[in-house]
T-cell receptor, first 116, second 113 residues
């Protein structure tokens, strides 16, 4: 299994809603990432988990709350989002943990989020 | 601050042509450079990863080169096919952590049958 699976594929939410994005990989990778991508722009790093611990938070607003319950699963909890948070949210993983620089990232297909 | 630039922003070619996509970066202190492919509304697929000590990598019809000292990389696609139509992004890894990829804005490639 060489896939990173993200659910849901599409999500529409109001500004007062609470929702969660889910990401799973069964490749035994020890680093997992959340990226945000606006239309026609490159992905921007949000969070990195290494060995299930939060290693990097790129100054992301607290309305985004990541969680890594185990080595295969990564969640992104959303609360009180703004319309400008509408974007494609991508999850990625890499094998050895982020301290090893020369590894490929494996990306999921993303969740297309619309905030009304 | 690292900046990655990709030229051209868009490219349209007839099927069968060989083509070159360009990527340049401002800080040569990188660990590696990756080329990704992204289909509309989808995630990224890593095509090739060139470590900073390497000059090129090949996979099938794809060949990527890296000239770290001049801050340039090229992705060569041989005998292009309509299925190659996608956005191609290059990204460099820098810093003590391998997780900080800096992406270019991509080249949108259309291969016409």
């Amino acid at each position: 299994d060489t896939e990173v699976t993200q659910t849901p594929k599409h999500l529409v939410m109001g500004m007062t809603n609470k929702k969660s994005l889910k990401c799973e990989q069964h490749m035994g990778h020890r680093a997992m990432y959340w990226y945000k991508q606006k239309a026609k722009k490159p992905p921007e790093l949000m969070f990195v988990y290494s060995y299930e611990k939060l290693s990097i938070n790129e100054s992301v607003p607290s309305r985004f709350s990541p969680e890594c319950p185990n080595s295969s699963l990564l969640n992104l909890h959303l609360h009180a989002l703004q319309p400008e948070d509408s974007a494609l949210y991508l999850c990625a993983s890499s094998q050895g943990g982020f301290v090893l620089a020369n590894e490929k990232l494996f990306f999921g297909s993303g969740t297309q989020l619309s905030v009304l | 601050k690292q900046e990655v630039t990709q030229i051209p922003a868009a490219l349209s070619v007839p099927e069968g042509e060989n083509l070159v996509l360009n990527c340049s970066f401002t800080d040569s202190a990188i660990y590696n450079l990756q080329w990704f492919r992204q289909d509309p509304g989808k995630g990224l697929t890593s095509l090739l990863l060139i470590q900073s000590s390497q000059r090129e990598q090949t996979s099938g019809r794809l060949n990527a080169s890296l000239d770290k000292s001049s801050g340039r990389s090229t992705l060569y696609i041989a005998a292009s096919q309509p299925g190659d139509s996608a956005t191609y992004l290059c990204a460099v890894t820098e810093g003590a952590s391998g997780s900080r990829l800096t992406f270019g804005e991509g080249t949108q490639l259309t291969v016409n049958p």
